[in-house]
């Protein structure tokens, strides 16, 4: 099946600083997503973005579908940027997002 | 519009006993999948349900099983419950089946049942 690995696992941050958070896959897709969880639990969805570049406000991310990998660029962090970032692909022989293991991001003010 | 609703927030079982979880999606969304959350397995699917069909299953035991209604609400259960069990028991919904392709279908998930087996 589809492999999700993501880096790095963790990353810790001044406030105002920018960083680049990996996800690389095993295998075409055709679906990709990302995800931020809160500390608080709640995930929320960031970018579906099987391919090419988003923005939305300080955040960016970009698939490269052809060499199997997308990243997530956060600027200007803040505390509230916190918590873990998941990416998702659409594979697998059950036919369902595979969620890699996360990069856990701690903002420091 | 409302967001995606799960209920209730928290539950403690004992083991053996059984549990259901509701989940009511976005409305106009008919995809609703399931996923379990836990330290040392991270995310992992359990089932999506599809116009009250069944789409696709992960790789749980029979003990888990699901539900959706004609409204796409969704219920998971768990049946014989095991300290294992203990987790976060997530929902999401989506515009559309997760097997559509490059159908733009991002998911949007609820805020989690913790449940924990004692």
């Known amino acids: 099946g589809i492999q999700v690995e993501q880096s790095p696992p963790d990353l810790i941050l001044q406030e105002g600083a920018n960083s680049t958070l990996r996800c690389n896959f095993s295998d075409s897709v055709n679906n990709l997503q990302w995800f931020h969880q809160n500390p608080w639990g709640q995930l929320i969805n960031l970018f579906y973005?099987?391919?090419g570049t988003k923005q939305n406000g300080r955040l960016s991310a970009t698939t490269v579908a052809t060499e199997r990998y997308s990243l997530l660029y956060i600027s200007s962090s803040q505390t509230t940027d916190s918590g873990v970032y998941f990416c998702?692909?659409?594979?697998?022989?059950?036919?369902?997002?595979?969620f890699g293991k996360g990069t856990k991001l701690s903002v420091k003010p | 519009k409302a967001g995606v609703t799960q209920t209730p927030r928290y539950l403690i079982k004992t083991r053996g006993q059984q549990v259901t979880l509701s989940c009511s999606p976005i409305s106009g969304h008919r995809s609703v999948s399931w996923y379990q959350q836990t330290p040392g397995q991270g995310l992992q699917f359990l089932f999506e349900y599809f116009s009250e069909t069944q789409r696709n299953k992960g790789n749980f035991p029979g003990r888990f099983s699901g539900r959706q209604f004609s409204n796409s609400r969704s219920e998971m259960n768990v049946s014989t419950l095991e300290l294992g069990d203990s987790a976060l028991y997530l929902c999401?919904?989506?515009?559309?089946?997760?097997?559509?392709?490059?159908?733009?279908?991002?998911?949007?998930f609820g805020n989690g049942t913790r449940l924990t087996v004692t």
């Open positions: 998702a692909v659409y594979g697998g022989s059950q036919g369902n997002l595979i």
């Open positions: 973005i099987p391919s």
């Open positions: 999401a919904s989506s515009l559309g089946q997760m097997d559509w392709g490059s159908y733009n279908s991002p998911l949007h």
